[in-house]
């Protein structure tokens, strides 16, 4: 068995990634510019890399798909680095490296109104509905397949909103160089003569904030989005 | 004068200036024509009659200083949109963020941010106290023992540089929860049997205690809080610096003209409610009840604050409040009169839909009012606290619970020889600031808290409470709480700028 695989990825599978990739690689070029998101890819309520060579990607998903199986590792690393030789992208280079492109955003014992079943909701992970066009995309039930209510799904996330924002104007500072807690309010400086540093930082904060905007905006939660919306204006700075 | 000037014109500039001011009134149209008349004569002119065209620049050009006026007549300032002014200690200046290099205000501040914020609130009041009389030196001793009379005001490093014992001296320190006993850091004060003066002394505020220091410990006679400014006091100080924001580029204080407005027009009348509760029938029909009553004398300002639902909770909470403000809607445009002539501004209570309970609050959001504001054009939602400039006047709006946390937060409770409110108003006023509280108590979005400040003082201060009404003046600032509609018999509080006098109904 085992050597079946492994002939099968270095012959047959090998030869038919090479086939696709090229077929890819021709007809969807992706963007040129390496910031910049390219359209092909879809944006899901967990999208936060910016996608952009299809190429690229799908070595990268197929190669870390196959690479679970510890038996034929040997011939997966192979053909992942003939793969990216052929699309001209390093095997060792940053942007080689597989990153999980959904974030997760789990919301704690959601309760179905219909069957009562409870249970830990990923809004970015969990399946949706399939929009038809006419339905808005919701949650469902993995009991009874009955829809969640999007609004109480777009209260909590409001309230969750405001207890991160809460800890973080109550949080404690603590000293860069002594590592102690700040106990004081007005001196600048600690004891020790370091400087401050937050314990929540801001870059963390906003992570949270633009994975609810993508939440927002794909589940139409207006309210949820115009609040997300007015935190990102008062603060010019973290808006990238 | 002006009919000399008047006679080389042609007849149809004539015409045209005639039409141009005729909605003006007799006091503006002497005034205005003097104006226009200068503009004229200013102009290069190729003969020697006056041509429609020159007068019509000159029109425009006077026109546009006359809508300066208007325009300054009455405004809402949001919180958000206060101009930041930073004590500079070594100019002893209030300077404008642009000319300091302090980076623009973010929600989210940095570490620094969160010690500036008392600093600031402490540099305020001490450079309010270092220009009391109590403090500074006579110019001429006139009798010897004027001069003893006088306290030395000191920091607390110049007092631990002492080997020896220092007397009669006042420091400017903030209340702050000891950690060790026996301990003497250095911003706490070690608090035992004293007198206190009249106010609510609550952990984080700033008092001076007045006592002598010897071997590390500073023995405290007596607590005070900082005397308070008159904002005349501060103005003659720091000049015609426009603190309170708002589109006038000097303090309106200094404003004639609006001065004028404000002493004509008598009828000029400002409602204030608040807990509004739309949800609650009783509350619709007591509003309906009222609207009626002002329906042949529509007021100027329908001041409206939260809640703005007796139940603001639960996954229904919007959908609800986009009903009340329907109902309400409705209930207005049923008196033309006042939809026509009245404005409307609402501001958020702590329990109303938004980013949390942290101040400043911003407005409901747009997507909750936006039917309202298309059936009463007239209406403003804005920021909790907010401000409003009516003529020369500087109103502060606050919609919180504050008696109660401050006293519930108090180190010592007060002594009855005041009323609460007025131990209440007097800590507000000398402290500076709407929340002289710790941030657990009150959070406060760190770089924002100067929109908090209470200075100079304004002319009128009102904080919307679930406290019993009162109206209390101090230092020449009115404050007043119109108290909980629905919870105090439906009883509200009606303002006449003209005069500052306030009516209970």
């Known amino acids: 068995m085992i050597t079946f695989s492994q002939d099968y990825v270095a012959n047959e599978l090998t030869q038919s990634f090479f086939t696709i990739t090229q077929k890819i690689k021709k007809k969807m070029a992706g963007s040129r510019n390496a910031t910049e998101p390219s359209d092909l890819f879809p944006v899901l309520p967990g999208s936060y890399l910016p996608l952009n060579n299809p190429a690229l990607e799908f070595i990268k998903y197929v190669c870390k798909v196959l690479s679970l199986d510890a038996n034929i590792t040997n011939q997966v690393n192979k053909l992942r680095r003939d793969l990216l030789r052929l699309i001209e992208v390093g095997e060792f280079s940053d942007e080689a490296q597989f990153r999980d492109p959904c974030r997760s955003y789990v919301l704690p014992e959601v309760i179905c109104r219909n069957c009562n079943f409870c249970r830990d909701l990923d809004l970015c992970k969990d399946p949706a509905l399939s929009q038809d066009g006419s339905v808005l995309p919701s949650w469902v039930c993995s009991n009874c397949e009955a829809q969640y209510d999007s609004d109480s799904i777009e209260m909590a996330l409001v309230e969750a909103l405001q207890k991160k924002l809460m800890a973080f104007m109550l949080q404690d500072l603590v000293c860069n160089k002594c590592r102690g807690v700040k106990d004081t309010h007005m001196p600048v400086y600690c004891s020790c003569a370091g400087e401050f540093a937050l314990t929540i930082s801001s870059q963390v904060f906003m992570e949270h904030i633009t994975i609810f905007q993508n939440i927002a905006r794909h589940y139409s939660m207006a309210y949820l989005l115009e609040t997300i919306e007015w935190l990102l204006r008062t603060n010019p700075q973290l808006q990238h | ?505």
């Open chain 2, 1 to 505: 004068g002006s009919r000399e000037r008047l006679k080389s014109w042609r007849g149809e500039a004539i015409k045209y200036l005639t039409e141009a001011l005729r909605s003006l009134s007799e006091v503006e149209l002497e005034d205005v024509i003097e104006k226009v008349i200068d503009a004229v004569e200013k102009q290069p002119l190729s003969s020697n009659m006056i041509e429609l065209s020159t007068v019509e620049a000159a029109v425009q050009e006077c026109s546009q200083a006359l809508d300066e006026t208007i325009e300054n007549v009455f405004n809402i300032i949001g919180a958000f949109d206060i101009p930041r002014y930073v004590y500079n200690s070594e100019r002893k200046r209030f300077l404008p963020l642009s000319m300091t290099n302090l980076p623009a205000p973010n929600l989210f501040g940095s570490a620094r941010d969160k010690a500036e914020l008392f600093r600031e609130r402490y540099s305020i009041l001490q450079q309010r106290i270092h220009r009391h009389e109590l403090f500074t030196p006579a110019a001429v001793v006139v009798h010897p023992d004027d001069s003893r009379s006088k306290f030395q005001l000191k920091t607390i490093e110049t007092l631990l540089g002492n080997t020896s014992k220092v007397g009669e001296v006042i420091v400017l320190g903030m209340i702050t929860q000891l950690k060790e006993v026996g301990c003497c850091s250095l911003r706490n004060i070690w608090v035992s049997s004293h007198s206190f003066h009249s106010g609510l002394y609550t952990e984080s505020c700033f008092v001076l205690a007045e006592g002598w220091y010897e071997d590390e410990v500073f023995h405290v006679n007596a607590f005070g809080f900082p005397p308070t400014e008159p904002s005349a006091t501060t103005r003659a100080f720091y000049g015609n610096i426009n603190f309170f924001g708002g589109p006038s580029s000097a303090s309106v204080k200094a404003s004639a003209k609006l001065k004028q407005l404000e002493d004509e027009n008598e009828d000029a009348m400002f409602v204030f409610l608040s807990d509004v509760w739309l949800d609650q029938a009783e509350v619709l029909e007591k509003l309906h009840m009222m609207f009626s009553g002002y329906s042949s004398a529509p007021p100027t300002c329908f001041f409206f604050c939260g809640n703005f639902s007796s139940a603001p909770y639960g996954k229904n909470q919007i959908q609800s409040l986009k009903g009340s403000l329907k109902a309400l809607a409705d209930i207005i445009c049923e008196y033309p009169s006042i939809h026509k002539s009245s404005r409307f501004v609402f501001i958020p209570g702590p329990e109303d839909p938004g980013p949390g309970s942290i101040l400043p609050r911003p407005p409901l959001a747009e997507n909750i009012t936006e039917e309202f504001r298309q059936l009463v054009p007239f209406s403003v939602f804005t920021t909790n606290p907010c401000r409003i400039q009516y003529c020369t006047q500087e109103i502060i709006i606050f919609r919180e619970d504050l008696v109660n946390k401050m006293c519930r937060n108090c180190v010592r409770f007060p002594n009855s020889n005041m009323d609460i409110p007025n131990h209440f108003v007097k800590t507000i006023l000398s402290q500076g600031h709407l929340t002289p509280l710790p941030l657990y108590v009150s959070p406060v979005y760190w770089a924002y808290d100067y929109s908090l400040r209470v200075y100079p003082l304004p002319d009128m201060l009102v904080i919307a409470d679930k406290y019993d009404p009162f109206t209390v003046t101090n230092t020449d600032c009115l404050c007043i709480n119109p108290g909980s509609f629905p919870r105090s018999g439906f009883s509200f509080k009606v303002f006449y700028p003209s005069n500052k006098t306030v009516e209970d109904r």
